[in-house]
Structures are given as C-alpha cells and as structure tokens.
C-alpha cells in the first residue's frame, strides 16, 4: 500500500491567506524542467481526514478543509517550513483512488 504525506489546513488558509497557488505552481514548472513526475496533489475537504486514524486533524482545522498530499516527505516538511500553519501527517491508504490527476 502506498505511502502519502500530507499537510492541512483551512480551505481559506490554503486557498485566500497563503500564496500556495504560486508555491506549487513553482514546485510544477522545477519538477517539468527536470522531467520529473507530480507527486504532490492539492485536494480540497477530501474524505480520507474523516478516517478514525485522523481524528486529530478533523479536530484542530476549520471545514471546509484542503490538503497538499505527496509521496515525499521531504516536500511536505518544507511546505510546513514555508507556511507554518499546518498539520502534518502520513497515511498508508490508497487516498488518490478514484481522484483524477
């Protein structure tokens, strides 16, 4: 089973108060210069936070919420650096299922 990282927020955090729209659009144009694929997905109030493992996050941010999910840990901990209002977590479920991308 796959393993995502991931960091929440609000919608309105994410979507209105952070520029994280220029942030990931940087981080898409680096990886396509580079030739490397998208491992990182914005999603916004998705259902995998009302899982019982993640109850913690349900409780602490705002609905409606949005996630930036990834494969790399590493990315995760530095958009937790660079907007510091998040919550951090993993998740070894198939998340993505059903989402296009």
């Not at 009302?50 to 958009?79: G, H, M």
């Not at 937790?80 to 998340?95: A, F, M, N, P, Q």
Request: glycine share 2%.
């Amino acid at each position: 089973m796959p393993k995502y990282y991931f960091a929440a927020a609000s919608k309105k955090f994410f979507l209105e108060e952070e520029p994280i729209e220029e942030v990931l659009r940087e981080r898409t144009n680096y990886y396509n210069s580079i030739n490397k694929p998208i491992d990182f997905w914005l999603l916004v109030d998705p259902d995998f936070l009302n899982s019982k493992e993640l109850s913690y996050v349900q409780l602490r941010i705002k609905k409606p919420s949005a996630v930036i999910i990834s494969t790399n840990p590493v990315f995760i901990n530095w958009i937790k650096l660079r907007v510091s209002y998040v919550l951090t977590g993993e998740i070894e479920k198939d998340v993505l299922q059903g989402i296009k991308v």
